[in-house]
């Protein structure tokens, strides 16, 4: 008999999850039918490109886009565009779904949970029917990303309310687009590094001309004849801008399960690395509704990345329709880049397990050193400055974790660290590891192995 695989959300986890479970279905001789719903008009695309989308570094729109409807269709996934999930009885293994052509409600065996995160919108930002002030908004999907190419073609100067990677990037689509540029944080900015490192990111963003406020939480905004003219702060201050980006953060979107199946501390649903939820009533999930494992925690964190998303949903795929499927996802370190544009400034930011300061509140004793070096050999036009900081466990000199700063060719540095906290190595593996040189590359002790080498001599 036909095994029927229901997944709500068609983006990053869902799709990745349809294809492979197709894939899998086919090594194994299984019978599966698909089916999708999607509540917006748009699928398969990249919302790690909106940035540069918004910054004019990307052609169209469509660039983004991964796979389209048709063709998951002619896969043989029946995709049902601009049609939400309204009600899911896990129990009794129904739903109920909204779309053009009216309500249906539909069976399954397996559920896949795939909706993904919705942006924090507060309050302040939205006007009495619940609407986002005009000029305001978050950047979270496609229709967002056309959104914002409206908004700052109408010139105007540029408010990013929130400290992450996503506000970061969104300086820089501003910068990029000539609009003078101020980003305000609650707390730290970019809380995922050390305090010492994330000053650096700070200053070469001043540099580029950025007013960059930390511990800055916006209280509301200033309305002039329909318009936002600036925001307010807890603080007292008055910031003048037209135009407000919201990066304050994401909140997985569980609603329709809620109740049905425990959460997690920051409201995720939790899969094992196989992707299942509750295998009794067949309740799959993957992506950024979920947490994920934290290796070196190890315990469930809320980290909302598309690499994740894709992995654990292809694994899930696999799962669905293989029993014996040799593909899991387990789980993550916490590892992610970005960069930073403006001006004549240039820095690329990379991180992956512990900081000092978490890895000392989770009670470790740590051994932290920085070094500071040329992304090449010193040279070669090509060298640029790059910091490292390289975190380590004193008793059993275990790597915890790292973060670069630098030039460009600095960042992509994290992986060989994120190899070796993935393997569980130390910071002598780290130290002595054969890693790649030639002077247009790396210096002949490379940087990274220089500053892992420094803490393993201290230890
Ligand atoms: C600006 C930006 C930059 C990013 N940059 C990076 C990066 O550099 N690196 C990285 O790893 N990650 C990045 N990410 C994160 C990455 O895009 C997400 O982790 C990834 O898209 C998550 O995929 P997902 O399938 O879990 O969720 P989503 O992509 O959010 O998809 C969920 C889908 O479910 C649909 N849905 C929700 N509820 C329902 C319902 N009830 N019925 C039907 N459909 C529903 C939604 O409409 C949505 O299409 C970025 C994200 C943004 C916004």
Redesign the pocket.
């Known amino acids: 008999m036909t095994h029927k695989i229901v997944v ?7 799709m990745a999850a349809a294809h492979q479970a197709l894939r899998a279905a086919r090594r194994t001789g299984r019978e599966v039918s698909i089916v999708a ?4 008009s ?2 398969s695309y ?3 490109g ?2 540069y989308l918004v910054a004019g570094q990307v052609d169209s729109q469509e660039a983004l886009v991964a796979r389209t409807a048709e063709q998951h269709r002619a896969a043989g996934i029946d995709l049902r565009m601009g ?4 009600a899911v009885d896990l129990d009794a293994r129904t739903l109920t ?1 909204q779309g053009h052509h009216g309500v249906e409600e539909t069976g399954y065996d397996d559920l896949v949970i ?4 919705a942006p924090v919108v507060p309050d302040w930002a939205q006007d009495e029917d619940g609407d986002p002030l005009p000029g305001t908004g978050a ?2 999907t496609l229709d967002d990303g056309r959104e914002w190419l409206d908004r700052m073609a109408a010139g105007g100067d540029v408010i990013v309310a929130g400290g992450g ?2 506000g970061l ?1 969104m300086v820089e689509a501003a910068l990029a687009r000539g609009h003078r540029c101020t980003l305000l944080t609650r707390g730290r900015f970019m809380h995922t590094l050390d305090s010492e490192m994330r000053q650096r990111l700070v200053e070469t963003m001043r540099k580029a001309g950025v007013d960059v406020r930390e511990g800055a939480e916006v209280t509301g905004l200033d309305v002039e004849a329909g318009r936002v003219t600036g925001a307010r702060t807890a603080d007292g201050q008055h910031v003048p801008g037209e135009l407000v980006v919201l990066a304050m953060g994401l909140s997985p ?1 569980t609603e ?1 399960v809620s109740g049905q199946v425990p959460l997690g501390r920051r409201g995720g649903l939790l899969p094992d690395s196989r992707g299942r939820v509750d295998p009794a009533r067949g309740v799959w999930a ?4 979920c947490e994920v494992h934290h290796r070196l925690l190890d315990e469930p964190h809320f980290l ?6 894709n992995k654990l ?1 292809r694994a899930m795929g696999d799962n669905l329709a293989d029993p014996d499927s040799r593909l899991t996802f387990d789980g993550a370190l916490g590892t992610a880049i ?1 960069r930073f544009v403006g001006g004549d400034q240039y820095l690329e930011i990379a991180m992956t397990g512990l900081t000092e300061e978490v890895a000392g509140e989770a009670g470790l004793d740590v051994l932290a050193a920085t070094l500071e070096g040329n992304t090449a050999s010193g040279y070669m036009p090509e060298a640029e400055p790059i910091a490292i900081k390289v975190v380590a466990e004193r008793s059993t000199r275990r790597l915890l974790g790292a973060q670069i700063m630098g030039g460009h060719g600095a960042g992509k540095r994290i992986d060989a660290a994120a190899a070796t906290l993935w393997l569980g190595g130390t910071v002598d593996d780290l130290a002595w590891m054969d890693l790649a040189y030639a002077p247009p590359f790396a210096t002949a002790w490379e940087v990274l192995s220089v500053a892992a080498r420094r803490v393993a001599e201290r230890l």
């Open positions: 709500i959300g068609a983006d990053a986890a869902g719903y999607e509540a917006t748009h699928t990249s919302a790690c909106l940035p049609t939400r999930v309204t779904a795939a909706t993904g995160a950047v979270s990677y996503i990037e979107r329709l993957a992506g950024d509704c909302p990345l598309g690499t994740h998303a949903g970005t």
